[in-house]
């Protein structure tokens, strides 16, 4: 893991920047690259006269799935390669047209096969400079159609579909799944980490060319890496790809419909996670659709774990509740009511106490350092529940040794300064550290705010309004406590 980037914890109020997400974000990415290339049945175009005949389908693998978007030149286009087997005929289906729209489209018809394949590959070099034999190295070039692995539009429906009916099928089999193990909170927390709710909402006007498959969510992550890259960068470096470039790149590995529009450029950080965040809802589609498919071998089994057992299992985290008449629950509570501003407070609702698999071992390698602290990076996620919002956030204990203090930005620290670790951008206000208390956590002694944020006189032409807390070393921050509050 590269350290550079730092990982922040900030006060009440403030989210916790990039590092943490970064990682979630760089394993995702390396997590899809890793995937095995998947099995896919191509069906035949849906715009192609021949998809209504039973009888057609796609020969072998002769298909292919081509874009082009370049934002200079308001390029943002697809093209359809599919070679046909009709009975004893074989043909040749072309469609093209803007992203977004049904376009243009050709069928051909041959004598043989052999001239079949011919005209399949001589277009495919043609739209690409690639050969068709060598597409498993498949190198893009400037001005030519890419390669992407997509399935038809109909098996976004269907998997929808599928997911949608899924409850009726767990119903019944209700008879044979043992009793969930759960309290009836987590229980919910777990319906709701699992909701296809949650990720249901995309439309699939953002697939507009079909189910995107793993390995190309992956191409999208690494055209976003460069981006940030760029975004994050000193400003105007001579020769090095513009965003609009990189751009284009991404809407081209992840096509997007933008009607007859210009493609805007990714320019924002904003922007970019906005992109990112739509990955991952593609990538929670893919897992779900894995995760939550029943196996058929399961019909068989007199007595199979309850559904969200099952997915709990596959957090790897272990949840536990808390009593609201434990002491730790009102600590808790407190520090929550009392940081989150003039505004109204959040009702907690719930609050577990989380243990995920390997983090306890990674963060004993700090166990030298003092200073340690529960913050709030924000919020995690929002959930409609009926007429009102459910949120859900984290609390980590943040081993934060010697602070350096600072008091305007510095984009140029990439490390704590020497015999410092950690870099504290001190607010001008901060919750009240008279009324600060403490919980013990794993031997430990870790300081909670439990005051109202009061101005700190020493600090007052500062650049932050509250303190943001930086560390360098993912593993100087384990999440200790899930929330659940009703906003």
């Not at 159609?145 to 399935?151: A, D, F, G, N, R």
């Not at 009726?168 to 296809?196: E, G, H, Y």
Request: with cysteine; hydrophobic share 30%.
């Amino acid at each position: 893991m590269d350290h550079k980037t730092p990982v922040q914890c900030e006060g009440p109020d403030k989210k916790e920047q990039q590092g943490t997400e970064e990682d979630s974000f760089c394993s995702i990415a390396e997590a899809l690259r890793a995937t095995p290339t998947e099995k896919r049945t191509v069906r035949v175009d849906d715009l192609c006269p021949l998809s209504r005949n039973p009888g057609t389908q796609v020969y072998q693998d002769y298909h292919c799935t081509l874009t082009q978007t370049n934002i200079g030149n308001n390029n943002n286009k697809f093209y359809i390669i599919q070679l046909l087997e009709d009975g004893g005929r074989f043909a040749c289906w072309n469609h093209w047209g803007r992203v977004g729209n049904n376009g243009q489209h050709k069928l051909s018809y041959f004598p043989s096969l052999e001239d079949a394949k011919k005209d399949f590959e001589n277009k495919f070099w043609k739209k690409t400079k690639n050969h068709w034999a060598e597409r498993e190295h498949f190198v893009a070039h400037p001005g030519n159609y890419t390669l992407i692995e997509v399935q038809g539009k109909d098996d976004i429906e269907e998997i929808v579909e599928k997911m949608q009916t899924l409850p009726a099928q767990v119903r019944t089999m209700a008879q044979r799944v043992r009793p969930c193990s759960l309290d009836a909170a987590t229980q919910q927390l777990i319906t709701n980490i699992f909701s296809k709710d949650m990720f249901m909402n995309l439309d699939v006007k953002k697939m507009p060319l079909g189910k995107l498959s793993k390995k190309q969510i992956a191409r999208g992550f690494k055209a976003l890496e460069a981006l940030e890259a760029v975004l994050k960068g000193p400003a105007d470096v001579a020769g090095g790809p513009c965003l609009e470039d990189l751009s284009s790149h991404f809407y081209t590995v992840i096509p997007h419909n933008f009607g007859r529009s210009r493609p805007p450029p990714i320019s924002s950080l904003e922007l970019l996670q906005a992109k990112k965040d739509m990955l991952q809802v593609l990538e929670d589609m893919e897992l779900a659709q894995t995760l939550q498919a029943a196996p058929k071998e399961e019909k068989e089994v007199e007595e199979v774990p309850h559904p969200l057992d099952r997915d709990y299992q596959l957090l790897r985290c272990q949840l536990q509740l808390l009593d609201p008449e434990a002491p730790e629950y009102k600590v808790i509570h407190t520090y929550l009511k009392q940081t989150c501003g003039n505004d109204r407070s959040p009702e907690l609702r719930h609050v577990w106490k989380v243990n995920r698999d390997g983090e306890g071992d990674r963060f004993q390698a700090h166990s030298s350092l003092g200073n340690h602290r529960l913050l709030r990076p924000g919020y995690v996620t929002t959930v409609l529940c009926g007429d009102h919002h459910i949120a859900y956030m984290f609390l980590a204990e943040v081993a934060l040794g010697r602070e350096h203090h600072i008091t305007a930005e510095q984009p140029s620290l990439k490390q704590p300064p020497a015999d410092f670790d950690s870099v504290i951008g001190r607010g001008r206000t901060e919750p009240d550290p008279t009324q600060d208390t403490e919980l013990e956590l794993d031997g430990r002694r870790v300081a909670v705010p439990q005051g109202r944020p009061t101005p700190c006189p020493e600090f007052s032409h500062s650049c932050f309004s509250q303190s943001e807390y930086c560390i360098y070393q993912e593993s100087q921050c384990r999440l200790r406590y899930l929330l659940e509050v009703c906003l």
